[in-house]
């Protein structure tokens, strides 16, 4: 069996042994009937969660046992968390999920939820539910905290005592009626939000998942992006690496009468099994990593194990119910079988939004950032249905959770409802996950449900936790096995026998045996091509035509609603434009061509941007598409990765380019990462514009003149547009909107705050730094690709190429006026785009004169120069080549910054000091 060849044989021993000790029932009693007098989780249902339990199970031992000859890359396992098997049960299979790595039994429950075979519940409930049978407890008047929030179960996590649970869910009397000013004010108005005690809906009789409907996208059904930038449903195995159709054996029954949930079983388990084993074949990472994720299980892969995917699930669920109220099934359409029949997204408007982190994720900055402003939304009386999974083992790998702090934690955040359970039992686990479930899917507000579990087999495969845990502690552990505890139930229930149980644990121990093995033989990815062809696309003619496309809709059908939207005088006919305004009616088109872009960020609504660089905006659309946020980074981003994933367009706005370090992980870890992970079967468009580089006069500082941008550069598929001229703002932001709506792009549009407002260029008043903003009939023809530079020539143009970009392009010209009064020729080369590099450009243009002065603002290590450069070397390039840029130093405060930032008699230097070689 699979145990004789695993590392953890104690574990799979104990475990046998204890099955085969459980005492036959008295008597058999009907599976459909309730496992537990009080409960709604019948003998049928409990069975299938320990089907699921057990697949997961042997899943952790084949990753021990594949590890065990160098085939296997992943052995962080679900041993102990099995019981979050019964809070997938409680849930719908359309609730898009994003689940912690210890999520083995959630996921192959899900599978069978979305194949139809997990059983339904007793007295024939329909896909609404059934009602609990266990009547309502009474909450006492002082059980409720001052956000409203209700502990929710007789069990505690860890020792600490719950008090009274309230199983209808309704808002307590005594609860706030949510004030709301600022920013929440603008949003709530935007969503039209009921404010105040009346809110609470009536109290309903409690209601838990039943026959639950299939997704929209059929199960086991392959997700790929086509030439459009859809997704396409049922596309061959060669264009996803799914597998589906290899063949492979189809399970024997296992004597349930479900022989088709122990398919549903198997088919979860090969996908987790090519996880571990890096095949191509792996049905949503394709062998670039092992994820839970799958489109038609509506699971969406995060590749965090410290809570950095909460962001995106608080976005998520604000996304979510912002899309209900708009009457449209969220995420992003999908065509079928490859063909013209297109369904609506697959998540219905009543989902919820599942998201599972450990107990240790609970101390780290992106969980803080998610729970407060989940409750800070929920404060502001806007709604997001966004159930958080706590699942407490009490330990990060080696560090403990001091006992009682995850729920102390947990229970004081306002704004979040708190629920608890020991979840190892699965009852208690269904029942109040259903509770927990049914309140947020109810009020569409925020909860906790806290899990206890335990933690078996160590951290993963290489940990040797016999170095900080005692022989007691794991025995006691062992004891609350989820799989034993399962197993007793269905045994005194009089479902099963001990030996039943024990010879389904031995043939899935088989199954998943025989799948790995199968596995095995399958090809890993083989080339540079194979791995990084799932990041975000770049099909330049397709966002061309996406351009001209939108250019003639603004000039025909869409010719009036565009000159009300811009109070009968449209931009082109305004005069010349700074960079600022130029942005801004760029805003306005893309919203008026998109209706599912919304703008969002500190001060961009009622304000206008600290700059005006978004003023009008909400005026014109709307406060539900121009909102402001709290003043967190981490969770602007997350808000943005939310929404695109749910299939729309966020433009957020990051105030300050040194803000954007503290919430970098979200572009670096979670933005870029989607596509790449998921295959491309999920994406989150998203253009983040953020205001830096320095050289703001009389102002800043470090913060407000923040010249570093090597931390963006190296993210993978990230896409960096820096504007310096109005003329090439609203272009590029064109482009970049195209990219991110029609491949699903990530871009990060960098605008130059000290060229926001600038008129001139060589003397005041010349206006040379102004420019009009093309008509729609000129958008095509001033289409900005991705990658491509420009240049000007100033003189013969024939003796020195200076490359440069944003405020740089403005002071190589002015340099460049001054060496033209010398005799010099000068090329200047605005690269515009920093990530990808205009390469082919910056080699032609450097071959043109044979001498390259780099004029990068950014610092000297690690700054876009040294990209320049590499690429020339790379290239060949033989000719001179000379560097100016900013010194390795923060930005000082008011004229000491001249000291470390590049100048325009630096630039004229160091071309003379190139022309005298």
Same mark, same amino acid.
């Given at each position: 069996m699979l145990s004789d060849v695993t590392t953890p044989q104690?574990?799979?021993?104990?475990?046998?042994?204890?099955?085969?000790?459980?005492?036959?029932?008295?008597?058999?009693?009907?599976?459909?009937?309730?496992?537990?007098? !009080?409960?709604?989780?019948?003998?049928?249902?409990?069975?299938?969660?320990?089907?699921?339990?057990?697949?997961?199970r042997q899943l952790d031992l084949a990753g021990r046992w594949l590890r065990g000859f160098g085939e296997g890359f992943y052995t962080i396992g679900s041993a102990g968390h099995e019981g979050n098997a019964a809070v997938a049960a409680a849930l719908r299979p359309t609730d898009p999920a994003l689940l912690h790595y210890r999520s083995g039994a959630f996921y192959c429950l899900r599978a069978a939820q979305a194949a139809g075979t997990f059983p339904a519940a007793s007295g024939g409930a329909d896909d609404e539910g059934t009602e609990e049978t266990a009547p309502p407890t009474p909450v006492p008047p002082d059980a409720s905290d001052v956000d409203g929030s209700v502990p929710s179960a007789a069990h505690d996590p860890h020792g600490s005592v719950p008090e009274a649970l309230d199983p209808?869910?309704?808002?307590?009397?005594?609860?706030?009626?949510?004030?709301?000013?600022?920013?929440?004010?603008?949003?709530?108005?935007?969503?039209? +939000? %009921?404010?105040?005690r009346e809110e609470a809906p009536v109290r309903e009789p409690l209601r838990v998942p039943a026959a639950v409907t299939a997704p929209s996208v059929p199960v086991g059904a392959g997700v790929a992006v086509d030439a459009t930038g859809e997704a396409v449903v049922g596309v061959?195995?060669?264009?996803?690496?799914?597998?589906?159709?290899?063949?492979?054996?189809?399970?024997?029954?296992?004597?349930?009468?479900?022989?088709? @949930?122990?398919?549903?079983?198997?088919?979860?388990?090969?996908?987790?099994?090519?996880?571990?084993?890096?095949?191509?074949?792996?049905?949503?990472?394709?062998?670039?990593?092992?994820?839970?994720?799958?489109?038609?299980?509506? +699971?969406?892969?995060?590749?965090?194990?410290? @809570?950095?995917?909460?962001?995106?699930? +608080?976005?998520?669920?604000?996304?979510?119910?912002?899309?209900?109220? !708009?009457?449209?099934?969220?995420?992003? %359409?999908?065509?079928?079988?490859?063909?013209?029949?297109?369904?609506?997204?697959?998540? %219905?408007?009543?989902?919820?939004?599942?998201?599972?982190?450990?107990?240790?994720?609970?101390?780290? @900055?992106?969980?803080?950032? @998610?729970?407060?402003?989940?409750?800070?939304?929920?404060?502001? !009386?806007?709604?997001?249905?966004?159930?958080?999974?706590?699942?407490?083992?009490?330990?990060?790998?080696?560090?403990?959770?001091?006992?009682?702090?995850?729920a102390a934690t947990l229970r004081a955040r306002p704004g979040i409802r708190y629920f608890a359970v020991d979840g190892c039992d699965p009852v208690e686990t269904y029942r109040v996950a259903g509770e927990a479930a049914e309140w947020v899917r109810r009020h569409r507000r925020p909860a906790v449900l806290h899990l206890s579990t335990v933690r078996l087999m160590g951290h993963a495969g290489a940990d040797a936790e016999t170095a900080y845990r005692g022989t007691a502690e794991l025995t006691a552990d062992a004891e609350r096995d989820p799989l034993l505890v399962t197993a007793r139930l269905l045994v005194s229930a009089g479902v099963a026998t001990g030996e039943e149980l024990l010879a389904r644990y031995s043939r899935r121990g088989w199954q998943v045996r025989r799948v790995a093995e199968e596995v095995l033989e399958e090809p890993k990815l083989a080339s540079p091509a194979e791995v990084v062809a799932a990041l975000a696309p770049r099909r330049p003619a397709r966002i061309a035509r996406a351009v001209a496309e939108a250019a003639a809709r603004a000039a025909g059908p869409d010719a009036a609603a565009r000159v009300e939207a811009f109070g009968g005088k449209p931009p082109e006919l305004a005069g010349p434009l700074t960079l600022a305004q130029s942005v801004n009616a760029a805003l306005a088109d893309g919203m008026l061509d998109h209706p599912q872009l919304v703008v969002f960020g500190e001060d961009v609504a009622a304000k206008g941007g600290v700059y005006g660089v978004t003023k009008g905006l909400r005026d014109r659309f709307g406060a539900a598409r121009v909102f402001d946020t709290l003043l967190d980074e981490t969770s602007i981003l997350g808000l943005g990765l939310g929404a695109g994933t749910a299939g729309m367009l966020p433009v957020p706005e990051i105030q300050y380019l040194a803000y954007l370090h503290n919430a970098e992980d979200q572009l670096r870890g979670e933005a870029a990462t989607m596509q790449f992970f998921s295959s491309g079967a999920f994406r989150n468009p998203m253009v983040v514009r953020v205001a830096g580089l320095a050289y703001q006069e009389g102002f800043g500082g470090h913060f407000h003149n923040d010249n570093s941008v090597a931390v963006l550069r190296d993210v993978p598929g990230l896409v960096i547009a820096v504007p310096a001229r109005p003329d090439d703002a609203a272009p590029m932001l064109r482009t970049c909107l195209a990219a991110a709506a029609g491949e699903g792009s990530v871009c990060v549009f960098l605008e130059p705050i000290a060229l926001y407002h600038t008129r001139d260029l060589y003397a005041e008043g010349d206006g040379e730094w102004l420019a009009e903003y093309a008509e729609p009939g000129g958008w095509a023809a001033g289409h900005v690709p991705i990658g491509r530079a420009r240049v000007y020539g100033v003189g013969s143009a024939e003796d020195v190429t200076i490359i440069t970009f944003g405020n740089g392009v403005r002071m190589s010209l002015r340099a460049a006026a001054v060496l033209a009064d010398e005799g010099v020729g000068t090329r200047v080369v605005d690269l515009r785009w920093l990530a990808p590099l205009p390469v082919a450009d910056i080699i032609r243009e450097a071959s043109a004169t044979g001498r390259v002065l780099v004029v990068d603002e950014t610092r000297r290590s690690g700054g876009v120069g040294e990209g320049v450069i590499a690429a020339l070397v790379d290239a060949g390039y033989v000719g001179a080549a000379r560097r100016v840029a900013g010194i390795d130093s923060f930005v000082p405060l008011g004229p000491a910054a001249r000291q470390v930032l590049v100048s325009e008699e630096a630039i004229t230097q160091g071309a003379r000091t190139l022309l005298a070689r």
């Amino acid at each position: 069996m699979l145990s004789d060849v695993t590392t953890p044989q104690d574990l799979d021993d104990r475990l046998r042994e204890a099955l085969a000790a459980l005492a036959g029932p008295a008597e058999r009693r009907d599976p459909d009937a309730p496992l537990v007098a !009080g409960t709604a989780l019948t003998g049928a249902q409990a069975l299938a969660l320990f089907d699921a339990q057990v697949t997961s199970r042997q899943l952790d031992l084949a990753g021990r046992w594949l590890r065990g000859f160098g085939e296997g890359f992943y052995t962080i396992g679900s041993a102990g968390h099995e019981g979050n098997a019964a809070v997938a049960a409680a849930l719908r299979p359309t609730d898009p999920a994003l689940l912690h790595y210890r999520s083995g039994a959630f996921y192959c429950l899900r599978a069978a939820q979305a194949a139809g075979t997990f059983p339904a519940a007793s007295g024939g409930a329909d896909d609404e539910g059934t009602e609990e049978t266990a009547p309502p407890t009474p909450v006492p008047p002082d059980a409720s905290d001052v956000d409203g929030s209700v502990p929710s179960a007789a069990h505690d996590p860890h020792g600490s005592v719950p008090e009274a649970l309230d199983p209808s869910g309704s808002v307590p009397p005594d609860a706030p009626a949510h004030p709301s000013t600022g920013a929440g004010e603008s949003v709530r108005e935007a969503l039209v +939000v %009921p404010v105040g005690r009346e809110e609470a809906p009536v109290r309903e009789p409690l209601r838990v998942p039943a026959a639950v409907t299939a997704p929209s996208v059929p199960v086991g059904a392959g997700v790929a992006v086509d030439a459009t930038g859809e997704a396409v449903v049922g596309v061959p195995a060669a264009a996803t690496g799914d597998a589906r159709q290899d063949g492979a054996d189809a399970p024997s029954a296992g004597g349930d009468g479900h022989p088709e @949930a122990e398919d549903a079983f198997t088919e979860a388990a090969r996908d987790v099994l090519r996880g571990m084993v890096a095949s191509a074949r792996e049905p949503i990472a394709g062998g670039r990593h092992k994820v839970f994720g799958r489109a038609d299980l509506a +699971v969406i892969p995060t590749t965090s194990t410290i @809570a950095s995917h909460l962001p995106r699930a +608080v976005g998520l669920g604000l996304a979510l119910e912002r899309l209900r109220r !708009g009457g449209r099934r969220i995420g992003p %359409p999908v065509r079928i079988d490859g063909g013209d029949r297109t369904a609506e997204g697959p998540w %219905p408007p009543d989902a919820i939004v599942v998201c599972s982190f450990g107990d240790a994720s609970v101390n780290h @900055a992106s969980a803080t950032a @998610a729970f407060n402003t989940a409750g800070w939304y929920d404060h502001t !009386g806007l709604r997001i249905p966004v159930l958080f999974v706590c699942e407490d083992n009490g330990l990060g790998i080696s560090v403990r959770s001091p006992r009682g702090w995850v729920a102390a934690t947990l229970r004081a955040r306002p704004g979040i409802r708190y629920f608890a359970v020991d979840g190892c039992d699965p009852v208690e686990t269904y029942r109040v996950a259903g509770e927990a479930a049914e309140w947020v899917r109810r009020h569409r507000r925020p909860a906790v449900l806290h899990l206890s579990t335990v933690r078996l087999m160590g951290h993963a495969g290489a940990d040797a936790e016999t170095a900080y845990r005692g022989t007691a502690e794991l025995t006691a552990d062992a004891e609350r096995d989820p799989l034993l505890v399962t197993a007793r139930l269905l045994v005194s229930a009089g479902v099963a026998t001990g030996e039943e149980l024990l010879a389904r644990y031995s043939r899935r121990g088989w199954q998943v045996r025989r799948v790995a093995e199968e596995v095995l033989e399958e090809p890993k990815l083989a080339s540079p091509a194979e791995v990084v062809a799932a990041l975000a696309p770049r099909r330049p003619a397709r966002i061309a035509r996406a351009v001209a496309e939108a250019a003639a809709r603004a000039a025909g059908p869409d010719a009036a609603a565009r000159v009300e939207a811009f109070g009968g005088k449209p931009p082109e006919l305004a005069g010349p434009l700074t960079l600022a305004q130029s942005v801004n009616a760029a805003l306005a088109d893309g919203m008026l061509d998109h209706p599912q872009l919304v703008v969002f960020g500190e001060d961009v609504a009622a304000k206008g941007g600290v700059y005006g660089v978004t003023k009008g905006l909400r005026d014109r659309f709307g406060a539900a598409r121009v909102f402001d946020t709290l003043l967190d980074e981490t969770s602007i981003l997350g808000l943005g990765l939310g929404a695109g994933t749910a299939g729309m367009l966020p433009v957020p706005e990051i105030q300050y380019l040194a803000y954007l370090h503290n919430a970098e992980d979200q572009l670096r870890g979670e933005a870029a990462t989607m596509q790449f992970f998921s295959s491309g079967a999920f994406r989150n468009p998203m253009v983040v514009r953020v205001a830096g580089l320095a050289y703001q006069e009389g102002f800043g500082g470090h913060f407000h003149n923040d010249n570093s941008v090597a931390v963006l550069r190296d993210v993978p598929g990230l896409v960096i547009a820096v504007p310096a001229r109005p003329d090439d703002a609203a272009p590029m932001l064109r482009t970049c909107l195209a990219a991110a709506a029609g491949e699903g792009s990530v871009c990060v549009f960098l605008e130059p705050i000290a060229l926001y407002h600038t008129r001139d260029l060589y003397a005041e008043g010349d206006g040379e730094w102004l420019a009009e903003y093309a008509e729609p009939g000129g958008w095509a023809a001033g289409h900005v690709p991705i990658g491509r530079a420009r240049v000007y020539g100033v003189g013969s143009a024939e003796d020195v190429t200076i490359i440069t970009f944003g405020n740089g392009v403005r002071m190589s010209l002015r340099a460049a006026a001054v060496l033209a009064d010398e005799g010099v020729g000068t090329r200047v080369v605005d690269l515009r785009w920093l990530a990808p590099l205009p390469v082919a450009d910056i080699i032609r243009e450097a071959s043109a004169t044979g001498r390259v002065l780099v004029v990068d603002e950014t610092r000297r290590s690690g700054g876009v120069g040294e990209g320049v450069i590499a690429a020339l070397v790379d290239a060949g390039y033989v000719g001179a080549a000379r560097r100016v840029a900013g010194i390795d130093s923060f930005v000082p405060l008011g004229p000491a910054a001249r000291q470390v930032l590049v100048s325009e008699e630096a630039i004229t230097q160091g071309a003379r000091t190139l022309l005298a070689r």
